[in-house]
């Protein structure tokens, strides 16, 4: 009787481990059509709708700039690569960070 009862244990654990590793290795269909549509708007090349989309499903444009990949690029490399100078520019814009400005040519020193 014991040894029924730890088949059904492990049989019942690697049920439940299949159907977790199946569960997260697929992407949420809504989650999947919302970033295929904001890839599509940065490839438009039209902020204004880049940033409806954006918005409408809830995402944050500073995670967009960093983190989607369209077709195997960065988002902001994916809309340079197609024309979308604009879309571009404003996501490189959210991502913040510093200016790597030379010193040298800030400050003229005369001897």
């Known amino acids: 009787m014991k040894t029924l009862t730890k088949i059904a244990a492990v049989s019942l654990t690697s049920a439940s481990l299949l159907v977790a590793f199946n569960s997260s290795a697929t992407m949420d269909n809504y989650m999947e059509s919302a970033l295929i549509d904001v890839c599509k708007k940065a490839q438009q090349d039209n902020v204004l709708q880049l940033r409806k989309t ?31 100078f604009k879309t571009a520019n404003h996501l490189d814009k959210k991502l913040g960070g510093a200016d790597i400005v030379d010193i040298a040519q800030v400050y003229s020193v005369k001897f």
Do not use: D, H, Q
Not at 59 to 81: D, P, Q
């Open 54 to 84: 954006i918005k409408g499903y809830r995402l944050n444009e500073k995670t967009v700039a960093m983190g989607l990949m369209c077709n195997g690029e960065n988002v902001i490399s994916f809309a340079e690569n197609n024309g979308a």
